[in-house]
T-cell receptor, first 112, second 114 residues
Framework: GQQLNQSPQSMFIQEGEDVSMNCTSS?????WLWYKQDPGEGPVLLIA?????ELTSNGRLTAQFGITRKDSFLNISASIPSDVGIYFC????????????FGSGTQLTVLP | GAGVSQSPRYKVAKRGQDVALRCDPI?????LFWYQQALGQGPEFLTY????????KSGLPSDRFFAERPEGSVSTLKIQRTQQEDSAVYLC????????????FGSGTRLTVV
């Protein structure tokens, strides 16, 4: 099935560093969501974006909805060990579709 | 309960067996989704319910997959004659709204077909 293009696939960073990851698509989305998934658990919503150009923060996390509506990025500042996990972007298209389209994930490892 | 509950957490099935996976959404949530997540991939949409009505089943990979939500709350995903390629984590998500904006996921059922 179709998935969003998410990069990077994996990242190894030092504790305290900033992190950036992004998602792109050839299709327009009306909503962008960023999730974090820990091993053995379901995705947990981090940030939701509903308008093109919107910039939203949640603590050390900041995400933006691209102006073209075809991309989004997530930044994590001053990373800490509990940031380890897999981060997924997900988009919701316009029209009658209700289901999310997910990226393939970014595996984040934070080194002490 | 406070969250979306899925059972069993783990299921091992012999190839050819039928399996049934259960999802208890958050009480009062109208919309319910099933997703399939293969190892190392993002979740992929299977099917969507609004109350008891299955409005979209375009993601079901074959006619061996069947989902129901007869009373508009608990949902069951059934897979008949399981194949090895069915091995995955099956996630359920629910949303309060008919036009969902916030989706809450369960912890999933990890299905292994041997």
């Amino acid at each position: 099935g179709q998935q969003l293009n998410q990069s990077p696939q994996s990242m190894f960073i030092q504790e305290g560093e900033d992190v950036s990851m992004n998602c792109t698509s050839s299709s327009i989305f009306n909503t962008w969501l960023w999730y974090k998934q820990d091993p053995g658990e379901g995705p947990v919503l981090l940030i939701a974006l509903y308008k093109a150009g919107e910039l939203t923060s949640n603590g050390r996390l900041t995400a933006q909805f691209g102006i073209t509506r075809k991309d989004s990025f997530l930044n994590i500042s001053a990373s800490i060990p509990s940031d380890v996990g897999i981060y997924f972007c997900a988009g919701l298209r316009s029209g009658s579709a209700r289901q999310l389209t997910f990226g393939s994930g970014t595996q984040l490892t934070v080194l002490p | 309960g406070a969250g979306v509950s899925q059972s069993p957490r783990y299921k091992v099935a012999k190839r050819g067996q039928d399996v049934a996976l259960r999802c208890d959404p958050i009480s009062g949530h109208v919309s319910l989704f099933w997703y399939q997540q293969a190892l190392g991939q993002g979740p992929e949409f299977l099917t969507y319910f609004q109350n008891e009505a299955q409005l979209d089943k375009s993601g079901l990979p074959s006619d061996r997959f069947f989902a129901e939500r007869p009373e508009g709350s608990v949902s069951t995903l059934k897979i008949q004659r399981t194949q090895q390629e069915d091995s995955a984590v099956y996630l359920c998500a629910s949303s309060l709204d008919r036009v969902p904006k916030v989706y809450t996921f369960g912890s999933g059922t990890r299905l292994t077909v041997v």
